[in-house]
């Protein structure tokens, strides 16, 4: 007799009498899909532009994703925010990022409706959704949408992705991390990577493999289950991190420079039907130096530079395809909802001229092309933290002008690829339909056949904003359903109705042409001026590139349009517009720990971020481990914070006391004991007293005087003569009784873990702080 089941919350549909044979049983039916509802899989690349996949006219490999192009859609028309955490709430949720209260990344929020960061509970996820309907929902990769201050192990968890409908998560919380030694969470605490560099990890493989044993997990117990998986990498975001022989492919590749990139990449666009035939290839960047210009020791470096970057998309495809083909292995491949997108265009947080470390920048300390040819045969690796130069952002936007952080298209139209054989008949063809990351979400829920609920977790639900693009799956002239959308992005305007685009850049059309960089703020009297004279329009369904300018002769409707994007605004929390970059960061905002002058670690402490952390630079302080020495002695890493691209470490090595600061990978400033210390319990004391003033805007932190002392006893000092000014390690955070990142040293191999007892390690910083809120923004900034 089969087993009789109830709906849970209605009545028991058994039988109960005085005894089990005078009764029947009935169960609580399980939470199950229909038979045959497919899988989800979002495949989101990080700082990918229009014209770097190969299926979009790039020279670079991406055979896997190429050929989900081939067997699927590929669609010419989609738009993001021009930002990471921002286009990633739009993915997941189907709301715009100002609904999402996410108009920035987490870490530049302000105290406004739209703007704070807390994505609200109102606006479900669609892992929150799926959930519901029987799916297994996984998020791997990068995440970037819990407030900054809510990271640490303190929490609280509830905006994590445990906290948002994903049922399990690997990966890591921040904009981005080192591709060699990550700070990884699994679920919702720390981990180690399973592999060291020398054993041959990449943070790429290592994803995948758990991509694929999540779905295994569940699929070899339950196969007829459905999951949602959302797979971010983390690429092609800096660092460009990627094994030698991958970069080595492409030798030569990029000698002839970016606008032979550009040239080459759009005339394959037109080969491939992904632009319209008259489409114009946009002008050459003022901010960008003609490769002719270039010194064969700049063309050298740029080029190299870019080879990294075309063997890390490479490989970052790659691993993708492993997941690709583990779901044709099992069989789900045919019945997956694949959608492939990028967070924003290309980025330009290399600067004019790149880096082989992204923290010099940071820091305010000049590039160097001396050291950075030096590093040439380094780029890539795990000792470099490298981004390319502008040219190859400008070259990876092709065919339209600019890039992330900018409302032109090619910081916001992406390449975007959907893949469902079971559900598409069509494939390899080209669409063309305005569409946005809002629609991902409903478009999903139509193929399902799922409404959007009003009540998710007892809280009731928002108005989903976007539209279904579904219909345009088999009809290729199926007419979009969306006709209007609003842009901002740090006081970066723009607004699209139906083939016309109004822009106001800010602080221009480039940085040259304004005389002012990004971030600048607008008083009301300048945001009047833009308003009135700001604004371009270009009328995209016959300039599909932005490159003629017509608001001059469509003077009304150019004002309609202007009207139309403050509708938008106020319909969806834009207002009030703020085109600060640096000024925000100095905003006070709710903080779950008061800042204080001891902070006390203990062992097992691992990457606690610097938002949270404790702050040492250009200031006086000590670190005093209270610890037991077994018999033989010991060794391993006290405290440390920062990685091989800036920061510190107190540790214990052949009996001694050690303390090293990192300046920027330039310099690396050593003191150790001249006694051993002995056996038994005792307290290891370092201290820093400044001996002078920074001088922040050349990037020299404060100068010291570094001692060591064991029980109060000095046992060595040095003068320091400059130390890191402004930010320690982009990806490593505070570790107490190891350092499992990229070594601040070379002195250990992480890591390095203390072979004694720690009781706890206090951190007395008392002096006070000296600040640059400026680069303070920049570095936050870049971790998009």
């Known amino acids: 007799m089969p087993l009789k089941e109830y709906k849970p919350g209605t009545a028991f549909s058994g039988v109960i009498g005085r005894t089990t044979d005078q009764s029947e049983p009935a169960w609580p039916e399980p939470l199950r899909a229909k038979e045959g509802t497919p899988n989800v899989l979002f495949i989101v690349l990080d700082d990918t532009g229009f014209g770097q996949l190969g299926c979009y006219g790039s020279p670079i490999k991406t055979p896997?994703?190429?050929?989900?192009?081939?067997?699927?859609?590929?669609?010419?028309?989609?738009?993001?925010?021009?930002?990471?955490?921002?286009?990633?709430?739009?993915?997941l949720t189907g709301r715009n990022h100002h609904s999402n209260n996410m108009a920035c990344i987490t870490e530049g929020s302000t105290g406004y409706p739209g703007y704070n960061g807390y994505i609200p509970f109102e606006n479900g996820f669609l892992s929150e959704i799926l959930l519901e309907y029987g799916y297994n929902t996984y998020a791997v990769g990068k995440w970037h949408l819990t407030p900054a201050d809510q990271i640490s192990a303190a929490g609280p968890y509830d905006?994590?992705?445990?906290?948002?409908?994903?049922?399990?998560?690997?990966?890591?919380?921040?904009?981005?991390?080192?591709?060699?030694?990550?700070?990884?969470?699994?679920d919702s605490?720390?981990?180690?990577?399973?592999?060291?560099?020398?054993?041959?990890?990449?943070?790429?493989?290592?994803?995948?493999?758990?991509?694929?044993?999540?779905i295994a997990d569940a699929k070899q117990v339950a196969p007829n289950k459905p999951f949602f998986m959302y797979f971010c990498t983390g690429a092609m975001h800096a660092p460009h991190h990627v094994p030698k022989e991958w970069a080595d492919k492409y030798k030569g590749k990029f000698n002839d420079g970016w606008e032979a990139y550009r040239e080459k990449t759009f005339a394959r666009q037109k080969?491939?039907?992904?632009?319209?035939?008259?489409?114009?290839?946009?002008?050459?960047?003022?901010?960008?130096?003609?490769?002719?210009?270039?010194?064969?020791?700049?063309?050298?470096?740029?080029?190299?530079?870019?080879?990294?970057?075309?063997?890390?998309?490479?490989?970052?495809?790659?691993?993708?395809?492993?997941?690709?083909?583990?779901?044709?292995?099992?069989?789900?491949?045919?019945?997956?909802?694949?959608?492939?997108?990028?967070?924003?265009?290309?980025?330009?947080?290399g600067g004019p001229t790149g880096s082989v470390?992204?923290?010099?920048?940071?820091?305010?300390?000049?590039?160097?092309l001396e050291e950075n040819l030096a590093a040439l045969n380094k780029l890539g690796g795990p000792e470099t933290y490298?981004?390319?130069?502008?040219?190859?952002?400008?070259?990876?936007?092709?065919?339209?002008?600019?890039?992330?952080?900018?409302?032109?298209?090619?910081?916001?139209?992406?390449?975007?690829?959907?893949?469902?054989?079971?559900?598409?008949?069509?494939?390899?063809?080209?669409?063309?339909?305005?569409?946005?990351?809002?629609?991902?979400?409903?478009?999903?829920?139509?193929?399902?056949?799922?409404?959007?609920?009003?009540?998710?977790?007892?809280?009731?639900?928002?108005?989903?904003?976007?539209?279904?693009?579904?219909?345009?799956?088999?009809?290729?002239?199926?007419?979009?359903?969306?006709?209007?959308?609003?842009?901002?992005m740090m006081g970066?305007?723009?607004?699209?109705?139906?083939?016309?685009?109004?822009?106001?850049?800010?602080?221009?059309?480039?940085?040259?042409?304004?005389?002012?960089?990004?971030?600048?703020?607008?008083?009301?009297?300048?945001?009047?001026?833009?308003?009135?004279?700001?604004?371009?329009?270009?009328?995209?369904?016959?300039?599909?590139?932005?490159?003629?300018?017509?608001?001059?002769?469509?003077?009304?409707t150019l004002i309609e349009m202007i009207a139309t994007w403050y509708v938008e605004a106020g319909k969806y929390n834009v207002l009030p517009i703020d085109g600060r970059g640096v000024m925000r960061l100095a905003d006070e905002r709710p903080q779950i720990a008061t800042n204080r002058t001891r902070y006390t670690y203990y062992p097992g402490t691992q990457g606690v971020p610097s938002n949270a952390a404790v702050r040492v630079l250009n200031r006086p302080h000590s670190i005093t481990a209270d610890v037991e020495i077994p018999a033989g002695g010991a060794e391993g890493v006290l405290l440390a914070h920062g990685g091989i691209d800036s920061g510190y470490s107190f540790y214990m090595k052949g009996g001694k006391l050690h303390w090293v600061h990192n300046y920027v990978s330039r310099t690396l400033y050593h003191v150790e004991s001249i006694e051993n210390?002995?056996?038994?319990?005792?307290?290891?004391?370092?201290?820093?007293?400044?001996?002078?003033?920074?001088?922040?805007?050349?990037?020299?932190?404060?100068?010291?005087?570094?001692?060591?002392?064991?029980?109060?006893?000095?046992?060595?000092?040095?003068?320091?003569?400059?130390?890191?000014?402004?930010?320690?390690g982009l990806t490593s955070g505070v570790t107490c009784g190891s350092a499992p990142g990229a070594p601040v040293t070379p002195d250990y191999q992480p890591p390095f873990e203390f072979t004694g007892k720690i009781y706890s390690v206090t951190v007395d910083v008392s002096g006070k702080l000296i600040e640059d809120k400026e680069a303070e923004m920049r570095i936050v900034m870049a971790r998009q």
């Not at 720390?190 to 044993?213: F, R």
């Not at 040259?512 to 945001?527: C, D, T, V």
């Open 64 to 91: 896997n994703l190429d050929s989900l192009a081939e067997g699927g859609l590929v669609y010419n028309n989609m738009h993001t925010t021009a930002l990471c955490s921002p286009t990633r709430t739009c993915i």
């Open 271 to 349: 080969e491939l039907g992904i632009v319209p035939k008259d489409a114009e290839l946009s002008r050459h960047d003022p901010d960008v130096k003609p490769w002719d210009e270039c010194s064969p020791e700049e063309k050298k470096l740029y080029a190299r530079m870019m080879e990294v970057f075309a063997g890390f998309l490479e490989h970052t495809d790659y691993h993708t395809g492993r997941l690709l083909q583990f779901l044709k292995d099992i069989g789900e491949f045919d019945n997956t909802l694949i959608m492939v997108i990028s967070d924003n265009g290309a980025s330009s947080e």
């Open 677 to 728: 210390v002995p056996e038994g319990r005792h307290k290891l004391r370092f201290e820093f007293e400044v001996t002078g003033k920074p001088d922040l805007v050349r990037g020299m932190g404060a100068p010291g005087r570094a001692q060591l002392y064991i029980d109060g006893k000095l046992v060595g000092q040095a003068e320091v003569p400059v130390t890191t000014p402004l930010a320690l």
């Open 159 to 186: 905006r994590w992705p445990l906290g948002r409908g994903f049922e399990r998560f690997y990966g890591f919380l921040g904009g981005e991390t080192h591709q060699y030694y990550p700070e990884l969470v699994y």
């Open 492 to 556: 970066h305007r723009s607004i699209y109705h139906d083939g016309w685009r109004a822009v106001c850049p800010w602080p221009g059309p480039s940085f040259a042409e304004a005389g002012k960089s990004f971030g600048e703020p607008i008083p009301a009297e300048k945001l009047a001026e833009l308003d009135a004279k700001g604004w371009e329009l270009y009328h995209i369904e016959k300039d599909w590139t932005e490159n003629h300018d017509v608001a001059a002769e469509n003077r009304p």
């Open 357 to 368: 470390n992204e923290n010099l920048f940071f820091n305010n300390v000049p590039e160097s």
């Open 386 to 488: 490298n981004h390319y130069a502008w040219g190859w952002t400008w070259a990876g936007d092709t065919p339209f002008r600019r890039w992330k952080r900018e409302t032109y298209r090619g910081g916001i139209s992406d390449p975007f690829i959907v893949h469902w054989p079971v559900g598409i008949k069509a494939g390899g063809e080209v669409r063309t339909q305005y569409a946005h990351a809002i629609d991902m979400v409903p478009t999903v829920l139509e193929c399902l056949g799922i409404e959007s609920p009003t009540v998710i977790k007892g809280v009731t639900q928002a108005p989903i904003e976007g539209v279904s693009f579904a219909p345009t799956f088999e009809d290729a002239d199926a007419p979009s359903k969306h006709h209007t959308q609003y842009f901002e």
């Open 189 to 214: 605490h720390s981990v180690h990577p399973p592999k060291t560099p020398e054993e041959g990890y990449t943070l790429n493989e290592d994803l995948a493999d758990k991509a694929i044993q999540f």
